[in-house]
């Protein structure tokens, strides 16, 4: 465990600048917030819906009184261009704001037992109850967002929660967690703990915690759910999304989706990025022409700078990473076909063709702003090499046939599937996850509020004469 006095560090990855400091949490002080949240549980889940419905708007309207605020500070410590940290906090209102509704409809059912012989005078009807304590482990790529997913999805059901932040990332949680007490959260029912790995070991072994719910590598979600034993583990893993470019596609488009849906959104750090681009062959070169000239235009800097498209990584060893899995690509006998170069946590928008389908580099989850290319010759091609992947997020398909679109996404062995879009497309009231390697779950404003609920049957015999 890290030691009581611990402090993590807090820097700007484009300039290095030190932003602020968090105090870590040790195993006393983890211990001690998962004993507080039983008290917050409790007045969490003595709460009517009207009143957590009330508590999740006002928390949406404290965001929203500090948009351009928040948004300033997640650039900074994030790396992500502050354009696009705006749209982030914009999401994270309409998620609390959007779950202030589900709230007031955690619904239970009423179930025919005249159904079965023998039972027809009898009544048996469903409630849904909190699960009890949630952990939340939110990752460095979209922290604001992904946290309103988790935590403000647990407060909605009647739970406490219990919110590990991202350690090169934590400030802009931090002062969201102000806003949440200020909103007016019962004590414990919300709070934070810093730390590392070991800080989610413990909330995923403690016996208190009813559910914890992960964003991040497949790596740590196979320990996390290693180590929950038989608490509800949510979990929404990595991703090596493909799109498809059949030879009907709009082409310009196609290239567009690309540029827009990973060299140019989050640094290309999204576990829905287009991460392998497969284009058949009629087209392919005049796809590759189009991305070239699309990819050029890209301003890479200063992610406070409004221009800018392209911030740093969150940390020159992630880009160091990406360079290494460019020349991993190159040495398997792709070709780089820009300047991808790495500059400290920097990197350049780099575009491969002749990309080797079996390279271990192109079926692995880049984590940056590169874009591999390769060919196919027939559709089935292209759905059957996609869906090898050990991963299955979601997937993207362009085409005019649109027979041929449903049928690819019929093919294709992912949780979802875009038609003549980027696969980076995430709305909150969709369901959002993937198979295989990327965990089974499914989050979403609808979805996880009931995953975080329990249900408990009633029967009332003889109700009926």
């Known amino acids: 465990m890290l030691a009581a006095d611990a402090v993590i560090a807090v820097h700007n990855p484009g300039t290095g600048e030190q932003l602020g400091e968090v105090r870590a949490t040790d195993h006393t002080g983890l211990q001690r917030a998962i004993d507080n949240a039983q008290q917050g549980q409790r007045a969490m889940a003595s709460q009517p819906a009207h009143e957590r419905a009330r508590l999740l708007h006002d928390i949406a309207d404290g965001i929203a009184a500090e948009q351009e605020q928040l948004a300033y500070l997640l650039a900074q410590e994030n790396g992500k261009p502050i354009t696009q940290t705006r749209g982030e906090v914009a999401a994270a209102i309409r998620i609390f704001n959007g779950l202030a509704g589900e709230a007031t409809r955690v619904f239970g059912r009423q179930i025919p037992l005249d159904a079965v012989p023998g039972l027809e005078k009898h009544l048996a009807v469903t409630i849904r109850e909190p699960l009890g304590v949630v952990a ?66 413990g909330l995923a072994e403690s016996a208190k915690i009813a559910a914890i719910s992960l964003t991040g590598s497949t790596r740590a979600g196979k320990e996390i759910a290693k180590r929950a034993g038989l608490k509800k583990v949510l979990l929404e893993l990595g991703g090596n999304d493909a799109l498809i470019v059949c030879a009907d596609a709009d082409i310009e488009r196609a290239a567009e989706a690309v540029v827009l849906g990973r060299l140019a959104r989050g640094n290309g750090q999204i576990c829905c990025a287009v991460k392998r681009v497969y284009v058949q062959d009629p087209v392919h070169d005049e796809f590759v022409d189009a991305l070239l000239a699309q990819t050029a235009k890209l301003v890479v800097g200063d992610q406070l700078d ?118 980076a497309l995430r709305a909150e009231n969709l369901p959002f996850g993937g198979t295989k390697d990327t965990g089974g779950y499914r989050e979403g404003i609808h979805d996880t509020v009931a995953d975080l609920t329990s249900q408990k049957t009633i029967i009332v015999m003889d109700a009926f004469q």
């Open 306 to 423: 409004e221009r800018t498209d392209v911030g740093p990584l969150i940390t020159e060893s992630a880009a160091e990473q990406v360079e290494q899995a460019v020349q991993q690509l190159k040495s398997d006998g792709a070709k780089e076909r820009t300047n991808g170069k790495r500059r400290n946590a920097f990197f350049e928008p780099a575009v491969l063709t002749d990309v080797p389908t079996n390279s271990s580099a192109f079926n692995d989850e880049i984590f940056g702003p590169v874009a591999p290319v390769a060919r196919f010759k027939e559709p089935e091609d292209a759905t059957r090499m996609a869906s090898e992947s050990p991963y299955g997020l979601q997937a993207a398909v362009w085409t005019r046939d649109i027979s041929r679109a449903f049928t690819m996404a019929r093919q294709l062995d992912v949780g979802g599937v875009i038609v003549n879009g980027s696969t």
């Open 136 to 201: 939340a482990l939110v990752p460095f790529n979209y922290p604001v967002e992904l946290y309103a997913h988790k935590a403000g999805a647990a407060l909605a059901a009647g739970n406490a929660v219990i919110v590990q932040p991202p350690q090169k990332c934590p400030l802009a949680l931090h002062r969201i967690a102000e806003i949440v007490n200020n909103a007016g959260a019962p004590e414990h029912a919300h709070q934070l703990v810093n730390g590392g790995p070991e800080i989610s070991q």
